[in-house]
């Protein structure tokens, strides 16, 4: 099956030979000449990698980048500029770039640096933990459903991440009090109780559920489709 890759680049001629090379390559190849059209094609389609070129008309290829790095962190970018000062590659990678390619450059190694970030982004980071369209990324303190950043208060996050470090494993409202540390002593069970109930509503469109096992606790778990029967 073809990679989906995604090219905004406004150069017509270098566009054209790019899409040419990389369908070659076995990449299945979008391409758009245009900045604000990218940004709306990125939001609403789904695609294994993206080039970007810095130069775009309507949008610049940054500001595409900085929101489209918002809702699709984990989605390969790779950007192409004119530019090859410092300041130019600081401000790419710090805007959520992956890997950066200055104009000239070979398609052999655009085609390399593309196997490259396509065989890292099937490795998630150790800090990063996923269950169904749920992922948690512990060191950023953030988590996504279906690549959609949640809006989690830092103790909805807490509770997360205590969840998630005992999948299909039952936590108690105690155990959830304790790891919240002594500094939330006035945390109570109660509290608890409201924390896991926003949570859960949040989590509705992830495929994941948090159960209640009554006189237990919790159990975060991937949640199962319908039978046949159940769905009639």
């Not at 052999?108 to 099937?122: N, V």
């Not at 608890?192 to 509503?201: A, C, F, P």
């Amino acid at each position: 099956m073809s990679t989906r890759l995604f090219l905004a680049e406004d150069d017509l001629i270098l566009a054209d030979a790019l899409k040419t090379s990389l369908s070659q390559a076995d990449f299945q190849v979008d391409c758009v000449n245009d900045g604000a059209l990218a940004l709306q094609i990125l939001l609403h389609n789904d695609y294994d990698i993206v080039v970007l070129d810095i130069g775009l008309p309507n949008m610049d290829g940054l500001t595409v980048l900085r929101n489209v790095r918002q809702h699709k962190p984990s989605l390969p970018i790779l950007i192409l500029t004119a530019l090859d000062g410092l300041e130019e590659r600081v401000a790419g990678l710090d805007a959520g770039a992956d890997d950066y390619l200055a104009k000239p450059f070979e398609f052999a190694e655009l085609e390399a640096r593309l196997r490259a970030l396509l065989r890292r982004s099937q490795i998630l980071p150790q800090s990063v933990q996923q269950l169904g369209n749920l992922r948690l990324d512990r060191a950023g303190q953030r988590a996504w459903c279906n690549d959609t950043p949640l809006d989690l208060s830092a103790r909805e996050l807490t509770v997360l991440e205590i969840l998630m470090s005992n999948i299909d494993r039952v936590v108690t409202k105690e155990q959830i009090v304790s790891e919240l540390g002594s500094d939330n002593a006035e945390v109570g069970l109660n509290a608890i109780e409201v924390y896991v109930h926003r949570l859960r509503k949040k989590l509705e469109p992830c495929g994941v559920v948090i159960r209640t096992i009554r006189g237990l606790g919790y159990l975060l778990e991937k949640q199962q489709p319908l039978s046949q029967d159940a769905a009639g």
